[in-house]
């Protein structure tokens, strides 16, 4: 029985990266011997197992074979006959094929049969063998891989591969759950729009998210967007919230906040009158397709409806602040308010010459916020009731209080 650690670990080891999790592949044992070592089985398709300590992943050396359309058509066999370099040749890209002994952590214990370590040094993505086409997924992983290596790029073999794939319908096979879980991983990259690029380039882009692939070609006013194309202005919005190191809900938001764009009448053009409820529409149907999260789906909602009013809202009265906080349910969920304004900073500064522009709707909405929040809502409800108020009449004088604070706050900012 020999052990290694592989993938992941190997790759950013090499690389000089931060190792979090490390993988562990077992060759020539049995799972009847790992449980008498102690190890715990994890309940899978294939045979891995839990260190009794250290509680990382041991998994026993496995081929799989190709059994049917998408990610889940595979047989898998897990044999103590099972090579290193039987398992490692199933693996994704040569990055990720790269083992070390269990026993050695020096450059003489690295086990490289594929030359993962070359294409470390060339900064090169490529996939290890052609058995890549059986699994979609890996479409997928390529392009966040791109995202998160922001100097790798895609060697041209594995990108053909990818669009014979993609032609052959292979990614109409892909299942929610796993577009959307490398979707999430591949926005919180640091450099997100490399991977939108990459699933462009092979066609998936067009298959997975067609709303977003349709931006490109898409005019905007130049005034106000000197770069043009919506779906350029889209990877520079992307980008900006990497930059301002945004949660996953902002940077979701920020990717559907224009997909309205791609479905304005061309005889509109450049303009795009009511974009904001098109996205909103468009957004919905996304969210259900992928099955995203409930918090990324609403956050976005409210982004989509009213970035253009929060980009506006410097030249609100106290009367309209107030209503665009209530329509963004800022009050009930201050937390999400101030996501949702982090997306639109996004939106703003994800411009061409726009990229160090302030964005002071932020602070200001946010202050005006805190005005409405001090409003002592209980003690107008008790009055109310004393005066023999209730329902609909108590939520009205509660209004009017919040704009009159908000109109103070105003004048007060104002004299300042």
């Excluded at 300590?53 to 026993?60: H, K, M, P």
């Excluded at 086990?111 to 900064?123: E, H, M, N, T």
């Excluded at 990497?242 to 791609?262: S, T």
């Excluded at 009930?332 to 308010?337: G, H, L, M, N, V």
Aim: include cysteine.
């Amino acid at each position: 029985m020999q052990i290694y650690m592989v993938g992941g670990a190997v790759r950013d080891k090499l690389l000089g990266r931060p190792v979090n999790d490390r993988d562990w592949v077992v060759v020539g044992a049995t799972p009847e011997h790992m449980l008498e070592l102690g190890y715990l089985p994890v309940g899978r398709d294939f045979p891995v197992f839990l260190h009794p300590e250290t509680r990382e992943e041991y998994a026993l050396a496995r081929t799989e074979r190709k059994s049917g359309k998408g990610y889940r058509g595979f047989v898998v066999q897990s044999a103590p006959d099972v090579t290193l370099e039987q398992d490692l040749s199933r693996r994704d890209l040569t990055i990720n094929s790269i083992a070390i002994e269990a026993n050695d952590s020096g450059a003489s214990g690295i086990i490289d049969p594929y030359f993962g370590s070359r294409d470390l040094q060339a900064r090169v993505l490529r996939h290890v063998t052609d058995a890549f086409r059986e699994d979609p997924v890996r479409i997928l992983r390529v392009a966040r891989f791109a995202a998160r290596f922001t100097d790798f790029t895609v060697a041209p073999e594995t990108m053909g591969l990818m669009r014979e794939m993609v032609e052959h319908g292979e990614a109409d096979h892909l299942v929610a759950e796993r577009v959307w879980q490398e979707l999430a991983r591949g926005l919180m990259e640091d450099k997100p729009s490399r991977m939108f690029e990459v699933l462009r380039e092979c066609g998936a882009l067009q298959v997975l998210l067609p709303e977003v692939d349709r931006l490109w070609g898409v005019p905007q006013r130049a005034e106000y967007h000197p770069e043009v194309d919506t779906g350029v202005h889209l990877m520079m919005v992307l980008d900006m919230a990497a930059r301002l190191q945004a949660p996953l809900v902002v940077r979701f938001a920020c990717l559907a906040h224009d997909l309205g764009k791609g479905t304005t009448p061309a005889h509109v053009l450049p303009r795009h009158i009511g974009h904001e409820e098109r996205s909103a529409r468009l957004l919905k149907a996304v969210a259900e397709r992928l099955r995203v999260p409930l918090d990324c789906r609403e956050t976005a909602d409210v982004v989509a409806r009213e970035h253009g009013n929060i980009h506006r809202s410097g030249d609100l009265s106290a009367a309209a602040l107030v209503r665009l906080l209530e329509r963004c349910d800022a009050i009930r969920k201050p937390e999400r308010f101030a996501d949702i304004l982090l997306a639109c900073e996004c939106d703003a500064r994800g411009r061409l010459g726009f990229e160090e522009a302030a964005y002071p709707q932020r602070p200001r909405l946010l202050a005006a916020l805190g005005a409405v929040q001090a409003v002592v809502t209980r003690d107008i409800a008790a009055d109310a009731a004393a005066r023999g108020m209730s329902g609909p009449q108590v939520g009205t004088l509660i209004h009017q209080a919040r704009v009159a604070a908000v109109g103070q706050w105003l004048q007060s900012a104002a004299a300042d």
